[in-house]
T-cell receptor, first 115, second 114 residues
Framework: GAGVSQTPSNKVTEKGKYVELRCDPI?????LYWYRQSLGQGPEFLIY????????DSGLPNDRFFAVRPEGSVSTLKIQRTERGDSAVYLC?????????????FGPGTRLTVL | AQSVSQHNHHVILSEAASLELGCNYS??????LFWYVQYPGQHLQLLLK??????LVKGIKGFEAEFIKSKFSFNLRKPSVQWSDTAEYFC????????????FGKGTKLSVKP
């Protein structure tokens, strides 16, 4: 499809486990963003890639969270030693990466539930 | 730090009523402003955006928003809502002049009664 895709759509895991969430951006988009949305809140920024490099990772809550984008396209968000507080919808967005007026196109999200 | 405030958590209107959703942001520099909408069961999509020029911007589906710099506001309006406008609406801001992340408000849920 032409939009941002994310897999899996739902992930249930146990406390302490490791999870990986995948994002496939729109073809040709150099900028990629990860956000987290908790119930009743707006999306909260986690990390932003321009190409392969993390241009801004100031939103990552702690060192259990890590993201990569090795070839400048698909990105993986990795969460180690998951905690119940990590339960949320994880959103990915991509944009052309030209400047701040670019529209960010969002994927459907991955709903993570930590039991 | 930047922040975005949306004044209404849940708004309930009848069809054909007029809509205004409030949004205020806190940042002293140049900003880009966005309204996103999330229809039930769908992902976030852009309604409209402002980055420069005419402070009254028009978006899809008859929505418009007005940037008032002196009030740090970017309120969303629609003269006559439809049942299909039932959704959650998010205001967002990014720093002007460079690529960067969006800061979102908490969202306003709009319910339109047929």
């Amino acid at each position: 499809g032409a939009g941002v895709s994310q897999t899996p759509s739902n992930k249930v895991t146990e406390k302490g486990k490791y999870v990986e969430l995948r994002c496939d951006p729109i073809s040709g988009h150099t900028a990629l963003y990860w956000y987290r949305q908790s119930l009743g809140q707006g999306p909260e920024f986690l990390i932003y890639f321009q190409g392969t490099g993390a241009a801004d990772d100031s939103g990552l809550p702690n060192d259990r969270f890590f993201a990569v984008r090795p070839e400048g396209s698909v990105s993986t968000l990795k969460i180690q030693r998951t905690e119940r507080g990590d339960s949320a919808v994880y959103l990915c967005a991509s944009s052309l990466g030209l400047d701040g007026t670019d529209t960010q196109y969002f994927g459907p999200g991955t709903r993570l539930t930590v039991l | 730090a930047q922040s975005v405030s949306q004044h209404n958590h849940h708004v309930i209107l009848s069809e054909a009523a007029s809509l205004e959703l409030g949004c205020n942001y806190s940042y002293g520099g140049t900003v880009n402003l966005f309204w996103y909408v999330q229809y039930p069961g769908q992902h976030l999509q852009l309604l409209l955006k402002y980055f420069s020029g005419d402070p009254l911007v028009k978006g899809i589906k008859g929505f418009e928003a007005e940037f008032i710099k002196s009030k740090f506001s970017f309120n969303l309006r629609k003269p006559s809502v439809q049942w299909s406008d039932t959704a959650e609406y998010f205001c967002a801001v990014s720093r002007g002049g460079s690529q960067g992340n969006l800061i979102f408000g908490k969202g306003t849920k709009l319910s339109v009664k047929p």
